[in-house]
């Protein structure tokens, strides 16, 4: 079948506008009876030509040949025997053509029938419409629910949302419990110049720093200063200075803060300390076990309990450029109210069941990042404990449960308690003479997370236990109760964290303390 259309007719049959064919003439349909454009199936010049409504091919005019079927064609009617013949060949000429499945129905009869065809498709259009959107609807709800129960952000992800939120400070790196003392070099003379110093490499770099923390021993005795310096080692520049007056100074933690998080890139920070005065006893130093990190021994080298030592202290970070409090130069609180203090795998690494049992499957454990396992058990409560030595002024202790197996159908009850170290384990659970406690809570369904909050009546420090208990609160098997404790955290009050007050560095040559 030979297939035409005349050339200024040619584009138009292509367009996105719905169309109908009408295969031979004398259908008695009226122009504009139907919301479609009308392409009228003519026989010419030994085949077939298709022409735009009314319009004729004009003499002479050129034709192109159709290689392909026109689009967005609705229907074919054909309304006799000898246009259904032709209609029966145009729709031979576009399966082949256009591929199987592709040709347009076929409608016949007078043009109520073909209102009435028209009609029926359109309504089936719609019910498919509904369909799809249906599907739609059921697909993206069942996404939403996939992501808002099992989508697990990477870890860098949720540290840069924690830094988005400008949560308080956290610790970044804290040293063992010190186990010796190192004298801080003492020059005599109110000038410090050529003082020998303590020289100790941080286990961070610059970017993100507030401050740190170094552990007093014992305070001096006398008149003098203590001049601690923060130094880039590639640039050799001065980051941050203190100088602090001996009468300020007690035994325990001293707080160095910087006004603000810190924005330079120095990758290796070495910390010198010093001192100047007329003293009947210099200060000491606190020094803790370098363990593996021997690039950070102390310098000059000492020992604690015959391994190589490094200063007792603790590193704070947060977002850099930050103002994490009234920091400003005298400031009469420099450090802000509050610091967050996760807790490490090292410290978790404590861990220890608090109740012995039995079972056929792994029902408790410590694993890979610092996530505890505490399976429930039938007919009994689990528990689990974590020691803590020399917390300083927490108010609140955080952590999070989940349970990890999506084929868990069992409601699990989860408690955190915050006790001191004499406390049993039952004591901790019915929760007699305890610190803090979060209740037991239930966790409906896997992997949708719970929060767990203990928050203490007044701030604590010393050593303290965290106790984790889990329970089958309807009493059945837990099967797959796969329960999984993690993001640990103590909150710290600094007004009561420290024997120190917190200390800012020099400014215009005065000494920033509170």
């Given amino acids: 079948m030979k297939l035409s259309a005349p050339a200024a007719q040619f584009a138009s049959l292509y367009d996105g506008t719905p169309k109908l064919i009408v295969v031979g003439a004398g259908t008695g349909l009226e122009p504009g009876a139907v919301p479609l454009r009308l392409l009228r199936l003519v026989r010419h010049d030994g085949g077939y030509l298709l022409l735009s409504g009314d319009a004729g091919a004009a003499e002479g005019e050129a034709v192109r040949t159709l290689a392909i079927p026109p689009a967005a064609v609705r229907a074919l009617w054909s309304g006799d025997e000898a246009a259904r013949r032709d209609a029966e060949r145009l729709l031979g000429w576009w399966a082949e053509a256009g591929g199987p499945d592709s040709a347009p129905p076929q409608l016949t009869g007078d043009a109520s029938s073909l209102l009435h065809g028209l009609l029926a498709q359109a309504f089936t259009e719609i019910d498919g419409l509904h369909r799809r959107n249906a599907g739609l609807q059921r697909t993206l709800s069942t996404l939403r629910e996939e992501w808002g129960r099992s989508a697990r952000l990477p870890p860098e992800a949720v540290e840069l949302l924690d830094a988005l939120r400008l949560s308080p400070p956290r610790l970044v790196f804290a040293t063992p419990r010190p186990v010796g003392a190192l004298a801080v070099p003492l020059r005599h003379g109110r000038n410090p110049a050529g003082a020998a110093e303590i020289v100790q490499r941080l286990p961070a770099g610059a970017r993100g720093l507030t401050g740190l923390d170094l552990h007093l021993d014992r305070a001096p005795k006398g008149s003098g200063v203590l001049a601690v310096a923060l130094t880039g080692v590639e640039t050799g520049e001065a980051i941050a200075e203190w100088t602090l007056s001996f009468g300020d100074l007690r035994s325990g933690w001293l707080p160095l803060r910087l006004p603000a998080a810190s924005t330079r890139m120095d990758r290796l920070l070495d910390l010198r300390i010093g001192a100047t005065g007329v003293v009947t006893e210099a200060p000491r130093l606190s020094l803790a076990q370098a363990g593996l990190l021997d690039e950070y021994a102390v310098a000059p080298p000492a020992r604690a309990i015959g391994q190589p030592a490094m200063l007792a202290l603790r590193l704070w970070g947060g977002l850099p450029g930050l103002d994490y409090g009234p920091a400003a130069h005298l400031a009469p609180s420099p450090a802000p109210e509050r610091l967050v203090w996760p807790l490490t795998e090292p410290v978790l690494a404590q861990l220890r069941k608090g109740r012995e049992f039995e079972a056929t499957f792994p029902w408790f454990g410590l694993l890979r990042g610092g996530r505890v396992l505490l399976h429930p058990l039938h007919g009994v409560v689990t528990a689990a404990h974590i020691p803590l030595d020399e917390v300083p002024g927490a108010v609140a ?88 404790f993690s993001d640990f955290e103590l909150e710290i009050d600094s007004r009561t964290a420290w024997a120190n007050p917190p200390a800012l560095p020099m400014a215009d040559g005065v000494a920033a303390t509170p």
Avoid: Q
């Fill in 397 to 484: 202790v955080r952590a999070r449960a989940v349970i990890d197996d999506p084929r868990c159908r069992t409601p699990v009850a989860c408690k955190l308690v915050v006790a001191p170290p004499s406390l049993t384990v039952d004591e901790a659970e019915r929760e007699d003479g305890i610190l803090a406690s979060s209740g037991w809570m239930v966790l409906e369904e896997p992997r949708r997370a719970l929060d767990l909050s203990a928050v203490l009546a007044a701030p604590w420090s010393g050593p303290m236990a965290l106790h984790l208990f889990t329970d089958l609160p309807d009493r059945g098997h837990g099967l797959y109760g796969r329960t999984i």
